[in-house]
């Protein structure tokens, strides 16, 4: 390369107008004979880092490897979760069914209301009943 | 978003992000935990990032945001610059010496640069990014990211010059 295109692409990096393949041919260029470029460039060059090797892939695998065990973590945590709805959904069902002598005590109840309506019926006695009329006397 | 989709579009810029993390963060340990970090959270708004205009841009501002939470947590910037120009090994003792100065005087310019300009400055020539990258970066326009790379280039070069003038003794 020429002196002069060495001199024009100084010129647009200084301007900030040169393309990134122009500013790495420059870094390594040895024709750049401003020595404060050339600082400039030594600086940059030695301060660039490298990237690692199948770095992305590397990358994937771990990352990979963590999603996998995050949905896992969350299936897992749902099924838990399901469970304990449908233990805690059977234990309030059991809760609420009523024991033997609890259903006998409500039969009782039951069966003296109906008595107690039989005995207030038994204390009228209907005379005439038909569509439009029921006659009875007070007390029997 | 799919995996594959992530793994193609947001994923496959984990080598991009690399210079830039290890850069702000310093060793490689700290940069390879940090890009998974900054994947995971990706990974997470990964159904609004499906919609995003400029995913490139989304991950790069993502990323350097998470590098600066993480040095205002520690503030390390420079010094583990410092540390890893120390670290760089130079074939001969004078050259190290040379060189250690040297990296002593830009680091110091630099310090004294606006911190915009001195981002701009790094992220282009040290971690070689594209224009477009930088600006979505740093949420300015490209024709001002050239403007703050101009000028800082433009004041490395003089403050190097007077002071190499200056023990030259060319005054």
Redesign the interface.
């Known amino acids: 390369m020429k002196e002069e295109s060495i001199k024009n692409f100084i010129e647009k990096?200084?301007?900030?107008?040169s393309s990134?393949e122009e500013?790495?041919f420059l870094f390594d260029s040895k024709k750049v004979t401003?020595?404060?470029?050339q600082?400039?460039f030594?600086?940059?060059k030695?301060?660039?880092?490298e990237?690692?090797q199948n770095?992305?892939d590397k990358?994937?695998m771990?990352?990979d490897k963590?999603?996998k065990k995050m949905n896992q973590f969350r299936i897992g945590l749902l099924s838990t979760a399901a469970s304990i709805v449908l233990l805690l959904s059977i234990y309030i069902s059991n809760k609420n069914e009523l024991t033997n002598s609890e259903k006998e005590a409500l039969l009782i109840e039951a069966k003296s209301m109906f008595i107690a309506k039989n005995q207030k019926e038994k204390n009228y006695t209907i005379i005439i009943q038909n569509e439009l009329v029921v006659v009875y006397t007070k007390h029997k | 978003m799919t995996?594959l989709d992530f793994?193609l579009k947001v994923?496959?810029l984990?080598?991009r992000l690399?210079?830039m993390v290890?850069?702000m963060l310093g060793t490689?340990a700290n940069t390879?935990d940090a890009?998974?970090e900054i994947?995971?959270k990706l990974?997470k708004k990964r159904k609004k990032l499906e919609k995003h205009p400029n995913i490139k841009g989304f991950v790069f501002l993502t990323a350097r945001n998470y590098c600066i939470d993480i040095i205002r947590k520690k503030r390390f910037l420079l010094d583990e610059?410092k540390n890893?120009?120390r670290i760089?090994k130079s074939s001969n003792e004078t050259k190290k010496i040379e060189?250690e100065e040297?990296?002593i005087i830009?680091l110091k310019i630099l310090e004294e640069i606006p911190e915009q300009q001195k981002e701009v400055f790094m992220m282009?020539?040290?971690?070689?990014y594209?224009f477009i990258e930088i600006a979505a970066a740093m949420q300015i326009k490209i024709e001002h990211?050239?403007?703050?790379?101009?000028r800082t280039?433009?004041q490395?070069?003089?403050t190097?010059?007077k002071t190499?003038s200056y023990e030259r003794g060319i005054y």
Request: aromatic residues 14%.
């Open positions: 990096y200084k301007s900030g107008t990134l500013e790495i401003n020595s404060s470029i600082m400039i030594s600086f940059i030695k301060n660039k880092k990237v690692p770095f992305n990358m994937w771990s990352f963590k999603t | 995996k793994k994923f496959s984990s080598e690399f210079p290890a850069r490689q390879e890009i998974q994947m995971m990974w610059l890893y120009s760089i060189w040297l990296n830009i282009r020539d040290i971690d070689g594209e990211t050239r403007v703050l790379l101009s280039r433009k490395i070069g003089l190097l010059e190499y």
